[in-house]
């Protein structure tokens, strides 16, 4: 599996847009990128996943520039129930199962 | 349709006693994995089982731990003689029999275990 890295943490206010940046230069043909987000005290929820150029839904976009090596999550506009971990992850996508592997991910927290 | 169901939501144990963590799919799913996280740790992967099946164990402790998804109720996550470095949030996913082209997990709310 391809090893991925991001920021331990950051922080933003209110009504900004958060971008965080995840680097996996080793990254194969058929791996995906897939984000999610923890709450405290709650289970991992899948927010995004994509394969290449840009991916956009109702909760972000996931920008992924041509050479796959990193990938950037764009929160627009975040609020204080923002605030969560937020992980990348990397790898191949089958029809039936893979298991997860988070990393230590990138704790967001957003001020008032 | 109900998500990710576990219970209970915090146990304590003493060392050496038996823990048993349960977890219900969500409705429809067959894949159920488990996974532990430690303490400012991320998740790591622990077993993957269907109905009656155990598919993959690799991340299960050798010892003390067994895993099991029997045809009717919940999956179980058993431990036994806990020790304090079991001491962590344990989460059971699901996600349906087909996974499409995406292979997305649904999680549930965690069963937090402190062993004295």
């Known amino acids: 599996l391809a090893k991925t890295t991001q920021p331990i943490s950051m922080d933003s206010y209110e009504g900004q847009e958060v971008n965080i940046t995840c680097s996996h230069n080793?990254?194969?043909?058929?791996?995906?990128i897939t984000w999610y987000q923890q709450f405290p005290s709650q289970g991992p929820r899948f927010i995004i996943q994509?394969?290449?150029t840009k991916v956009t839904n109702e909760v972000a976009s996931l920008f992924i520039p041509a050479d796959r090596k990193s990938s950037t999550l764009s929160l627009p506009r975040v609020s204080l129930s923002d605030t969560a971990v937020y992980y990348c992850l990397v790898g191949p996508v089958n029809s039936g199962y893979s298991t997860l592997t988070f990393g230590k991910g990138t704790m967001l927290l957003v001020s008032p | 349709n109900a998500g990710v169901m576990q219970n209970p939501r915090h146990l304590v144990r003493r060392r050496g006693q038996e823990a048993r963590l349960r977890c219900s799919p969500m409705k429809g799913h067959s894949h159920v994995y488990w996974y532990r996280q430690l303490p400012e740790e991320g998740l790591k992967f622990m077993v993957y089982?269907?109905?009656?099946?155990?598919?993959?164990e690799s991340g299960m402790p050798k010892e003390r731990f067994s895993a099991e998804f029997p045809k009717e109720g919940p999956s179980i996550l058993r431990i036994q003689q806990v020790v304090r470095g079991d001491s962590a949030a344990y989460f059971c996913?699901?996600?349906?029999?087909?996974?499409?082209?995406?292979?997305?997990?649904?999680f549930g709310p965690g069963t937090r275990l402190t062993v004295l």
């Open positions: 080793n990254i194969a043909t058929n791996d995906y």
């Open positions: 994509g394969y290449k």
């Open positions: 996913a699901s996600s349906p029999i087909e996974g499409g082209t995406y292979n997305e997990q649904f």
């Open positions: 089982l269907q109905k009656e099946n155990i598919i993959d």
